[in-house]
């Protein structure tokens, strides 16, 4: 009897106590240079939202190669891959999104992106100008490294790679929301989701934001509607260039004149301005589009009735006719980080990168569609600086003032150094996760 139950303890230990930490450092060296070969690639051939086939081809055909069992075509291009480990636990998510903008690269890197195409009905180049490349290739690399060492897994890892996170085309559907509604969750059932997102703040480092952590976002869309007349005799026509600068100027008093944001946040930006077609016309029309960023719901609400209010009042003021749209292509709720999940996987961001953890106190006004999944299950969502080795040391949060250049600028930079924190952190939680955190 104590041969058959010393026999059982020493089968059993290594299931209890397997780590898929313990071989990381050495693959790391053989798996990085592929993840910065990956994510090269990608950031040389970059497409917009919801048509990112050749990123999904070149997924697929890497998960394939791993023996990972797959689903594709969610949402489009979406991929889904499982990989079941050697015990039981539970079903972790991880979430790489692999959409670029229309922003013409100026970084002049070897592997720059020359890809151009047509955007909202203009000619404009395509960048990974926010570092999806880079959050593609660590999935992949993760992904190597744990169809590896699938056996020291507690539990079934799911690998989402989602298409369109900075939004659809309008008319279109997609993203986080779409393949929510084509069923993944209940299809999969995970059970907790983690995501990364790679930004201009000091190289290595981590930070992360417990509860509220990136904004609601909303796009609005205002129309404005003149008489079109000659440049020479503008009293002849309804000028609606001058409603626009109106309206720009209203715009921006919102959040510095009309409401109390001392302790309620909120942003309003002006994105596009578009009217006319030659210097001596006065255009019949103009538009204006632009973004709203959140983080309460009746704030929002009150910020829609000064804007429609604002509308009317140029309106009146200019005899134009003006109309107001909000939630164009869409509208993110708040990205939310649940707070005993953070508390629980401290430890493990600290591990992935030792003395570059940064807990932020501040919430972002960013968004992303990563809020979608957060509102079905709790989730972890962190930030990765990627700066050269000591640049942009004046910042660890996303969004502040620094020096070095930041998500979708045309000159944003990925050091690749950096990605293999991302990798660790990754392998990490999803070790961690099934001891750690108890729900």
């Not at 040391?393 to 990925?414: I, M, Q």
Request: proline share 6%; with cysteine.
């Amino acid at each position: 009897m104590i041969k058959i139950l010393l026999f059982s303890i020493t089968f059993l230990f290594p299931l209890i106590n397997a780590d898929l930490k313990l071989n990381l450092d050495n693959e790391l060296d053989l798996l990085m240079p592929k993840v910065i070969e990956w994510r090269h690639d990608i950031h040389e051939h970059p497409e917009l939202s919801n048509r990112e086939f050749r990123t999904a081809k070149k997924i697929e055909d890497h998960l394939r190669s791993l023996g990972i069992e797959i689903e594709t075509k969610i949402a489009y291009t979406g991929i889904v891959g499982m990989i079941e480990g050697g015990s039981p636990g539970p079903t972790m998510a991880l979430r790489a999104d692999m959409d670029a903008l229309p922003v013409e690269e100026k970084t002049g890197l070897p592997f720059a992106s020359k890809v151009r195409t047509t955007y909202l009905g203009n000619d404009v180049g395509v960048m990974h100008a926010c570092g999806h490349d880079a959050h593609v290739a660590i999935l992949m690399g993760v992904a190597e490294y744990l169809a590896k060492n699938k056996s020291d897994i507690k539990g079934k890892v799911m690998l989402i790679f989602q298409p369109a996170e900075e939004g659809p085309p309008e008319g279109e559907g997609g993203g986080a929301k779409m393949m929510l509604e084509e069923g993944i969750f209940e299809k999969y059932n995970p059970e907790v989701i983690f995501g990364l997102h790679v930004t201009n703040i000091p190289n290595g480092v981590l930070s992360v934001k417990s509860g509220p952590a990136m904004a609601a976002a909303s796009a609005y869309r205002i129309k404005i509607k003149g008489v079109q007349a000659h440049g020479s005799t503008p009293w002849s026509g309804i000028d609606p260039i001058m409603a626009t600068a109106e309206l720009i100027e209203a715009l921006n008093t919102i959040v510095s004149r009309r409401i109390n944001i001392i302790n309620n946040p909120a942003v309003i930006s002006v994105g596009i301005v578009e009217a006319g077609t030659r210097n001596n016309i006065i255009p019949e029309d103009s538009l204006i589009m632009g973004t709203i960023r959140t983080f309460d719901p009746d704030l929002r609400k009150q910020i829609y009735d000064e804007i429609e209010q604002i509308a009317e009042g140029v309106a009146l003021g200019t005899g134009t006719d003006i109309t107001v749209e909000f939630d164009v292509g869409g509208f993110y709720p708040v990205t939310y980080n649940e707070p005993s999940l953070v508390e629980a996987m401290i430890p493990s961001l600290e591990e992935a990168s030792p003395n570059k953890l940064y807990e932020s106190n501040t919430p972002v006004t960013g968004a992303e569609d990563f809020s979608y999944f957060v509102e079905e299950i709790p989730g972890l969502y962190f930030w990765l600086g990627v700066n050269k080795p000591g640049e942009g040391l004046d910042s660890a949060n996303f969004g502040e003032r620094t020096n070095v250049p930041g998500n979708h600028s045309p000159y944003f930079y990925v050091d690749d150094s950096a990605l293999d924190e991302g990798v660790r952190a990754f392998v990490n939680l999803i070790n961690d996760y099934p001891i750690k955190y108890n729900n």
